[in-house]
């Protein structure tokens, strides 16, 4: 993976010692070449071709099953294509090259390629052991090698940043769901990850929670450059933070564009459908 951290220099998540992640300069960060997931009979993903270039935020919608989350946890390697493969940076993710073809990746170089990804998941899945500092410098110190200070450092800045400073020293069951949905996202960014996924953050909160959280991720958006991939029903949400929206049905794409053309001037009538029946 080649060179510069996809935080831009005003984000406390930024480390000038640190080199992870690729320029930003919209070249391409992901690539499903074919892909597709099947369970049992069901197909998820149909032969999807589909990409994301480093640095801007695009935002998945579609009904329930079609296949948007699958492609979060295809990403995560939390599950495996049936076909097709997935690139990262330029390196597969599940695959590598052997003898002019791909073969079934080592553990190694699937833990190598997912380092670049964090994803924040509906449910927070802290570690209720830990207080919230640990919370987020257990993977920095364990899997990037950073020692104690460091990580403990970044956690702070990153607890500046979702507004929890106060909160460093508490388990997770003295926070609310915002506020350990906060810790989560807090947690992903401490890995300094090329790209960061958000599979439908706010839908275990109570709904006087979900306004703060979003308001973090609207400031992470706007403030830097990291790449994001989200999963959502807010759509006033994505039509504030995407670059490009992705309309899924039946495992395919079947519409993309701009937020302003997606909302107010979508070509696909299944699209117009979904869409009088969210906003």
């Known amino acids: 993976m080649s060179a510069d951290n996809s935080l831009s220099k005003e984000s406390p998540a930024n480390d000038s010692k640190e080199t992870a992640n690729p320029a930003v300069d919209g070249s391409e960060l992901i690539r499903f070449d074919k892909v597709t997931k099947r369970f049992g009979a069901n197909t998820v993903l149909d032969s999807l071709d589909f990409t994301v270039s480093s640095g801007k935020h695009v935002t998945l919608i579609g009904p329930s099953g079609s296949g948007k989350?699958?492609?979060?946890?295809?990403?995560?390697?939390?599950?495996?294509?049936?076909?097709?493969?997935?690139?990262?940076?330029?390196?597969?993710?599940?695959?590598?090259?052997?003898?002019?073809?791909?073969?079934?990746?080592?553990?190694?170089?699937?833990?190598e390629v997912r380092k670049?990804?964090?994803?924040?998941?509906?449910?927070?899945?802290?570690?209720?052991?830990?207080?919230?500092?640990?919370?987020?410098?257990?993977?920095?110190?364990?899997?990037?090698?950073?020692?104690?200070?460091e990580a403990e450092e970044r956690a702070r800045e990153l607890l500046d940043l979702v507004d929890l400073t106060e909160h460093a020293d508490k388990y997770p069951t003295q926070l609310s769901g915002g506020q350990q949905q906060r810790v989560a996202i807090a947690r992903?960014?401490?890995?300094?990850?090329?790209?960061?996924?958000?599979?439908?953050?706010?839908?275990?909160?109570?709904?006087?929670?979900?306004?703060?959280?979003?308001?973090v991720l609207r400031d992470i958006a706007h403030t830097t450059d990291i790449t994001m991939l989200c999963v959502t029903?807010?759509?006033?949400?994505?039509?504030?933070?995407?670059?490009?929206?992705?309309?899924?049905?039946?495992g395919r794409v079947i519409e993309s564009g701009s937020p302003q053309k997606i909302f107010t001037e979508p070509d696909h009538e299944r699209t117009r459908q979904f869409l009088s029946a969210v906003l």
């Open 116 to 149: 670049n990804i964090g994803m924040v998941f509906q449910q927070f899945n802290l570690f209720p052991n830990m207080k919230v500092m640990r919370n987020i410098t257990e993977a920095p110190v364990h899997v990037l090698g950073l020692s104690k200070d």
């Open 69 to 111: 989350t699958t492609i979060l946890r295809l990403l995560m390697t939390l599950t495996t294509p049936d076909e097709g493969s997935i690139r990262v940076g330029g390196d597969y993710l599940t695959h590598e090259e052997r003898n002019g073809g791909l073969v079934p990746a080592g553990e190694k170089h699937v833990r």
């Open 233 to 250: 029903h807010e759509m006033n949400f994505a039509r504030d933070i995407s670059d490009e929206v992705l309309m899924f049905d039946a």
């Open 188 to 215: 992903a960014l401490a890995m300094r990850p090329q790209v960061l996924l958000l599979d439908e953050v706010t839908s275990a909160l109570d709904p006087e929670l979900v306004a703060g959280v979003l308001d």
